[in-house]
């Protein structure tokens, strides 16, 4: 979608409800045929994370999320007027305030759920804090230089590739009340290592960065997440900061995963990684 001239420049100039519609009727009705195995991985994950769903109730899940999926791509090119237009409501808003105006360097924990694009830019226009955030690029160069001509409009800085580790402790380090915002539910090998899932995994990969970065610079954690609440309408729901100096690694890694788990299976039509990963090989 993105990485169609035609079609990015459409989607910008129609009223970002309508954009964010058509996005998700390209998806359900037209990319989900074409991504057949993509659509089976997320069939089967999804009766192994939801075993009680029937066959019904299964299938409108998946619908939602190829709809969730295209609406979510066709979004980024008007992230800045959902901002703007207040399309995001927040759960216990002055509490979350109270955090994001509190002291000191904190790490945004977060999974690709709703639009996560979305939720970088909402933190950055809710707070002073100096905001960084880390991405994975397409390997495409095409999507790639549509994705970061998108991302210009809303995100503020962020960071990638070779030397990025130097940039994102360079950044915690020198910048007063310094935020990094950073997804945990990478895919490697046709894998998550988090969420866990009631599997036995140590921290890695994102996660066992995060850990690192916040003990060396004093940083406390924020997990949350964004979901869709109809349209291009969304909640952002928060956990309580998590403090390093207070919390052995297990400890927090046990709230974040029972936190960002248990949202990624209660909402599994918007979550991302389902059709990018295999359960049958944990």
């Not at 045929?33 to 994370?49: E, F, G, P, V």
């Not at 509190?102 to 950055?124: E, Q, S």
């Not at 996660?207 to 964004?226: E, H």
């Amino acid at each position: 979608m993105l990485s169609n001239p035609f079609l990015f420049t459409l989607l910008r100039i129609l009223p970002a409800s309508l954009a964010s519609w058509l996005g998700g009727w390209l998806s359900a009705n037209i990319a989900r045929r074409n991504m057949k195995l993509r659509d089976q991985r997320a069939r089967t994950n999804l009766a192994i994370l939801r075993p009680g769903l029937d066959k019904a109730a299964s299938e409108a899940i998946l619908t939602r999320r190829w709809f969730n999926l295209g609406r979510t791509m066709a979004e980024l090119t008007n992230i800045d007027r959902l901002i703007e237009n207040n399309h995001i409501t927040v759960e216990d808003a002055e509490g979350y305030q109270q955090v994001l105006d509190g002291p000191g360097p904190m790490i945004a924990l977060a999974v690709h759920l709703g639009n996560w694009d979305l939720l970088a830019a909402h933190i950055k226009a809710s707070t002073d804090r100096p905001g960084l955030g880390v991405y994975d690029p397409p390997q495409d160069p095409g999507q790639a230089a549509m994705l970061k001509r998108a991302r210009s409009s809303y995100m503020g800085e962020a960071i990638t590739g070779e030397g990025a580790a130097r940039g994102i402790l360079k950044h915690l380090t020198t910048k007063d009340r310094a935020t990094l915002y950073i997804l945990l539910d990478e895919r490697r090998d046709r894998q998550v290592w988090f969420p866990r899932f009631g599997r036995d995994l140590p921290p890695s990969g994102n996660l066992s960065v995060a850990l690192r970065l916040a003990r060396k610079v004093g940083a406390k954690f924020l997990p949350f997440y964004m979901i869709r609440t109809e349209g291009p309408n969304f909640r952002v729901h928060w956990h309580p900061p998590l403090d390093p100096a207070q919390l052995a690694d297990d400890q927090i890694m046990d709230q974040v995963d029972a936190f960002l788990g248990k949202a990624c299976i209660d909402h599994a039509d918007q979550w991302l990684a389902l059709h990018d990963m295999d359960l049958t090989l944990s």
